[in-house]
């Protein structure tokens, strides 16, 4: 009877032997949950873009009909210039900043505009686009830039040239 394992030795061989495999699994589905993560994030910046420039579509759009830029992105929904007033899909306040230009002849330099600041500008800036309000690092580059607050979309971006400096102003 020596040549048989005892009842005892084959459970604790099919309990270790269980605990490895859920080890193993579980170490699968963290790994997954880091490429469906990445995969979510990437899809996010490409709705970042898209949503901006149906957004900038509807600020040309405005231009064009009144020879004038709009003081929100309301008025752009209101006048059926856009389907939808789009969330910012990435930042977690899920709103925009707005990309302006002063009213005023003379150096045009885009001025980042947060969502709460926009009414004490709109006397003596343009609102010509949008920015993300996202502070992270993106995965793609766009136009030469690593971090979503500087992706600028506005009227007259060319989309093969470096990103402009931009002018932020802090609600701080």
Known sequence: MTGRPSVSKTRGIVFISALVLVMIFSISLLMARAFWEREIERDMEGELIYRARHLVRGIEAYHKRYRRY???LEVLHKE?????????PVSESRRWNYVMIPKRAGRQVLTVVPADLLPRYTETHNLIGVCSSAVGESYREYRQVKYY????FYVG??????MPDLRFISTL
Do not use: H, M, T, V
């Open 70 to 72: 709009p003081d929100s």
């Open 80 to 88: 059926r210039l856009i389907r939808k007033l789009y969330p910012e």
């Open 149 to 152: 607050y500087k992706w600028a």
């Open 157 to 162: 971006a060319k989309e093969n040239e470096e």
